[in-house]
Every structure is written in structure tokens, then in C-alpha cells.
């Protein structure tokens, strides 16, 4: 086994050429042989009896040729990759097996994709934003009016006609040329004004209407890409009746709102005191985490090195997976919504944030103990209700290693990064 040849086609991407010498798969090919003989049932033979030779003129020389060269690839794939110097993030991707016999041994070629080579520096001293942490008054009243709009309530609107916001209870009938059309037909509908859930349109010619107005006719026309192509572009006409109309009704801010709030709450002051201290808690966490994501935006920045396409394709199949399973989506629904030019986007920039606390981490010198790695498989094991053996044996310790040195890298440059507050 020896390696051959490597050629860079793509960023950290080699194609690699290598070969098993003739000797070595002469001598796998015998190994194979012995071993696979006993199944083997020649004409005039016991089985697992017959000589060599007769079983190569009836089945042919290379009969035994695919598991010899599967049972030498794997060694044969690491030896090369070592000589030729390179790290795999992934299994080699398109063997190709280009020369094969005894006398001639194999010559076969693979694509490697490795860790990119990257570099930082500068990381010292960065300035980074950083979201303001001061609670205002308004931030306190917008909460207050939050609450209030949770707890409201509907009541009948008898006095005035509809208007903006109201919830408006409807009879319809579409109809295209005089006939009524599939989907059009709908009784005691509960329809937002202003909310834009109907045909543009629609909703403002029921703005002025009264309780109790029947079959009277609202006009519109459907978009030019509207799902349905026989009613894309077509003007209609509703019938539509209005039996009743409701109204959100916000509940007074008092001391009886403020304990049907929170039983820790009595009266509006109480109220008051304890969003404020809700709104100091989650502004101080938000402006972390903002300070977090902005170091690392920032070292991102300043990695040095091109990204694999291929290792941003599978970092965004990985995304897409996840994501879809987390909202229970479909993945074309999930694509349409997202974009896939964003997804892979988003991909690459995680990846430099990695890469980029990876090389901090290395410059620095940094190695976690074996009791934190020990501590880290702890935490795995109770997050995901799961034995230390079982997060042993899903997780490699070196993975567990970049995760802590990416840790230590993020707090050391955030001790000395310099806050910028927003």
C-alpha cells in the first residue's frame, strides 16, 4: 500500500491518488480465498473442497476480487491518508478503482475533504456591541399593555357599526358569473377586520356595516397568482350578511387585574415592581447572549481561510433536519419558508464562528482536563435523560474536546474584548 499522488480542487477539497502493491492483494486475495471457500460448491467436489484453479476457470480469476479490496480499503484509505498529510472531516468521497488484478495490484483514487487550514489574529481587545440593559418606563408600560391584552375580552358590539379590529360573525356566498364557486360558501364565519385574512378588499366594504345587515353585496377580485387558476384574476361578488359584531374589551388596570395576574401581586405597584424586576432579569440575559453572538460575529470576522462547499452542505442538511423536526415541518415547506441561499448562509457563518473559536483556542494553548470532559459527558447524560456510556458511545471524546476549548475560547475573548453598549 502506498500513496501516490494529491491534487487541491476545491478549498481544503484533495483528490488523492494511491495503490496496493501487487504482493499485498495476491496475498488478501489468498486470505479470501481460504475463507470463502467453504461456501463455494463445485461439480465432482465436496464442498468447500475444490482446488483453487477449478474455481477460477469456472467462476473466473476475479471472483474474489470485491471483498479482497474491501477488506484492504479501509487500512489502505488511513496509510494514504497519512502520508499524503491529510485530516478527513468525512468518509472519502468518489472511489473510483481504476486498475485491478494480481499482477498489477490496485490503483484506485478518492476526493477527501478536510478541515480547512484557517488562521486569527487580532482576537485581543475586540470591540463587540452590546444590547443596553436599562429598563424604562415605557419598556414597563408596553409589558403592562401586553398583559392586558391577553386577558381581554370579547363583547357584543350592538351601539355602532364595524370598524377596524373588530371581530365581525358572517354568512357568505362567492359568486363567479352568477354561480356560486367551490370554497366561496361559509356561515357564522368569525372574520378580524384589518387583519388581511380575506381578498384584498374584502374586509374594508364590511368596515360601516351594522348587526343584522343581510345578503347585502361586497365586490372584489381575486389576485392574478391565487392558487386557484379558475378564479386567478376573476372578479366576484359576495353576498354577505353580518350577524353580529365583537369587540376586545381590555380589562382596567387595577389592583384586581394586577391579583388575577399573579397570585405574588396585590396591587399595581406590586405589578409594576415585579416586571420590573422580569424586565431586568431578561435584559441582562438578552445583552449576554447579544454579547456572545456578537464576539463571535466579530472572530468570524477575522478567520483567515476558505470553507469546504461541502462542508457547508452537510452543516445546512444537518440545519434542515433539526429545524424540520423541532417545528414538525415538511422539508419543502420548511425551504419555502426559510430559502435555501439563506440556510446555507447561516450554515457557513456557525461554521466560522467554530473554526474561528477552534484557532483561538489552539494559539492560546488551550486543553480541557479529563475532569471536565468527564463533567461535560455528566451534563450530556442528564440533558438528554441518557447514560455516560451511551453519550461515550455517540459522542467521540475529541468532539467533546472542541466543545470545551470553544467554551474556553469564547470567555477568554470575551474578557477581553471591550463592550460597546447599543
Known amino acids: 500500500m502506498y500513496f501516490v499522488a494529491k491534487e487541491k480542487t476545491a478549498p481544503a477539497t484533495w483528490s488523492v491518488s494511491a495503490a496496493i502493491s501487487a504482493e499485498d492483494f495476491s496475498r488478501q486475495l489468498d486470505e479470501t480465498f481460504k475463507k470463502e471457500l467453504p461456501k463455494l460448491t463445485l461439480p465432482g467436489f465436496r464442498k468447500g473442497k475444490a482446488p483453487r484453479s477449478m474455481v477460477e476457470k469456472r467462476y473466473g480469476a476475479n471472483l474474489f476480487f470485491d471483498e479482497a479490496l474491501e477488506a ?6 488511513t496509510e494514504t491518508l497519512e ?3 491529510l485530516e478527513l472531516l468525512f468518509r472519502p468521497e468518489d472511489l473510483d478503482v481504476q486498475e485491478i488484478g494480481k499482477e498489477t495490484g490496485v490503483q484506485f483514487t478518492f476526493t477527501a475533504i478536510c478541515k480547512p487550514e484557517v488562521s486569527i489574529e487580532g482576537y485581543k481587545g475586540i470591540e463587540a456591541a452590546v444590547p443596553g440593559e436599562e429598563v424604562t418606563e415605557a419598556d414597563i408600560e408596553a409589558r403592562i399593555d401586553e398583559l392586558r391584552q391577553r386577558n381581554a375580552r370579547q363583547v357584543e358590539v350592538t351601539a355602532r357599526p364595524a370598524q377596524n379590529g373588530d371581530i365581525a360573525v358572517i354568512d357568505f356566498v362567492g359568486l363567479l358569473d352568477g354561480e356560486a364557486f367551490d370554497g366561496g360558501t361559509a356561515e357564522n364565519h368569525e372574520l378580524t377586520l384589518g387583519s388581511g385574512q380575506f381578498i384584498p378588499g374584502f374586509e374594508e366594504q364590511i368596515i360601516g356595516r351594522s348587526p343584522g345587515e343581510e345578503c347585502f353585496d361586497v365586490h372584489v377580485t381575486f389576485p392574478g ?3 386557484a387558476e379558475e378564479l386567478a384574476g376573476k372578479p366576484v361578488v359576495f353576498e354577505v350578511t353580518l350577524h353580529e359584531l365583537k369587540a376586545e ?6 389592583d384586581d387585574f394586577a391579583q388575577e395576574v399573579g397570585e405574588d401581586y396585590n396591587t399595581v405597584e406590586d405589578l409594576r415592581a415585579g416586571i420590573t424586576d422580569e424586565l431586568v432579569e ?9 454579547f456572545d453572538h456578537a464576539v463571535q460575529d466579530k472572530l468570524a470576522e477575522l478567520l483567515d481561510g476558505e470553507i469546504p462547499p461541502a462542508m457547508v452542505e452537510r452543516r445546512a442538511e ?7 423536526g423541532r417545528f414538525r415541518i415538511a422539508r419543502e415547506q420548511y425551504l419555502e419558508i426559510v430559502g435555501e441561499d439563506n440556510i446555507r448562509t447561516q450554515s457557513e457563518a456557525q461554521i466560522r464562528r467554530e473554526l474561528a473559536l477552534e484557532a483561538v483556542a489552539e494559539q492560546e494553548g488551550f486543553t480541557p482536563t479529563s475532569d471536565e470532559i468527564e463533567a461535560e459527558q455528566q451534563r450530556l447524560a442528564e440533558q438528554y435523560d441518557v447514560t455516560i456510556a451511551q453519550v461515550k458511545y455517540s459522542m467521540p471524546e475529541e ?3 472542541k466543545i470545551l476549548n470553544r467554551e474556553k475560547a469564547l470567555e477568554f475573548v470575551k474578557a477581553e474584548a471591550i463592550k460597546k453598549v447599543e
Open 72 to 77: 484492504l480499503l479501509p487500512a489502505a484509505v
Open 83 to 85: 502520508e499524503a498529510g
Open 225 to 227: 397568482d391565487y392558487h
Open 249 to 254: 374589551e381590555l380589562p382596567e388596570l387595577d
Open 282 to 290: 431578561s435584559k441582562k440575559q438578552a445583552a449576554e447572549e447579544g
Open 318 to 324: 444537518q440545519n434542515i433536519e433539526q429545524n424540520c
Open 399 to 401: 468532539e467533546i474536546v
